[in-house]
């Protein structure tokens, strides 16, 4: 694997959209205490995931050798699940897992960014990142990836999403926040990313998920679905706090063009219909670390349907069940109708959301490019 210092734009590599072919998909074995109130269950659930997302492509699973008996016991048998032993502090692969970009010819680089927990010393959600913020690198040297080395800008896949033709978007709130890069302008910000992810043009919205402990990552509030289509995590209820979020956001892609002149389709996908809040029973499974973010009992997780996954033949989609059985399967249906080509595998999620995040955080896509 080769370090590399120059840019990726005057390379000619960009960062293709999700939706686009996958060579495959890494994911992380969980065994975090302070984020998963129960692990047993929580590697059953990631279990699943993998096992879904393996029907259409390869998925790499990082594990810790305390738990590498446990993830063959889950995975074993399917050659499409590779087990690799990298070091991590936790499971969201999405932010600690390279970005990876292509050229025209197919050749595969991953992006080492910089990460410091969500935030470091300012507001960050752990004490020690470092074996995190080493992940990135330990991944593309596994399997023979060169790798640009961007450790001077902290930056995590969920704050990003492309369209693959040169639109980015992104939020004020995370992008801006006082622990990510305090010494940029939100200008500077716009042409690193631009640089590094081969774009042309990054759209703002000024919010993601109330409560959402990452700054609100975009990934949660808006993705696309399309070339200037999107979806856009939504509420009628206009006392509910996440309303005036998603109106501002909606706002923006209102007057705004992508990065051909296109205006943006927006679909509206609500969240939740009956918010989802840590329970008492979730606070006996949390030991957390000195420095940790706490979880409190009634505390609202960022739920929402905008976090799923694109693979291959499928949407891997976030259920929460009980009261919001309804806005469940309301989901399942608007996605179907935009991505009618792919099934729409819904996934029991709760085991995840009490983590943090969800779907979509715990994977990271790796573009079909060149033979690894």
Known sequence: MRRLRSIPKADGFFMPAEFSLHHGTIMIFPERQGSWSDVPKAQEIFSRIIREISKSEIVYVLTSDQQRSRAEELLSGNPRIHLLAIPQNDAWARDTAPTFVINGKGELRGIDWQFNAWGGEFDGLYAHWEEDNALASAFCEAIGVDCYDAQHFVLEGGSIHSDGEGTILVTESCLLSGGRNPHMTKDEITEMLKNYLGAEKVIWLPHGIYHDETNEHVDNVCAFVKPAEVVLAWTENEN?????????????????????????????????????????????????EEGEDTREVGERLAASYVNFYFTNHAVILPQFGGENAESDQRAAEILQNLCPDRCIVKIPAREIIVGGGNIHCITQQIPRGGIL
């Open 240 to 288: 509910d706090p996440q309303y005036p979020l998603s109106k501002a956001c909606l706002e923006v892609l209102q007057t705004e063009t992508d990065a051909k002149g296109r205006p943006f389709t927006v679909h509206m996908l609500p969240i939740p219909d009956v918010p989802v809040c840590v329970e008492e029973s979730d606070m006996e499974g949390y030991v957390f």
